[in-house]
Nanobody, 116 residues
């Protein structure tokens, strides 16, 4: 059974940083494409970044480029999202995703609130 469990969210001041983690289990992690998404209140879920098994990364929206970094540890079956210089508009529920065997899987998300 595929499971993705996010952690690391919380309240962060503008300009601050946060590191999200996603613990994966139930599948061959090294064969997966891992993703981070977010969904803000009243908005659609948006794809932020992806990383493949060879650590090739793609950042899909301009507003996070240079501030967010996706990474993975295949031995630990973990994927991370380092977020720096956070802005109030980064406030959202952040989800870990995995594309494995042609199927997309999701975690339940972790809330990040950027506010003073």
């Amino acid at each position: 059974q595929v499971q993705l469990v996010e952690s690391g969210g919380g309240l962060v001041q503008p300009g601050g940083f946060s590191r999200l983690s996603c613990a994966a289990s139930g599948f061959t992690f090294g064969h997966s494409l891992m993703k981070w998404y977010r969904q803000a209140p009243g908005k659609e879920r948006e794809l932020l970044a992806t990383i493949n098994s060879n650590d090739i990364t793609i950042y899909w929206i301009d507003s996070i480029k240079g501030r967010f970094t996706i990474s993975r540890d295949n031995a630990k079956m973990m994927v991370y999202l380092q977020m720096n210089n956070l802005k109030p508009e980064d406030t959202a529920n952040y989800y870990c995703g995995a594309l494995y065997g042609g199927t997309d899987y999701w975690g339940r998300g972790t809330q990040v609130t950027v506010s003073s």
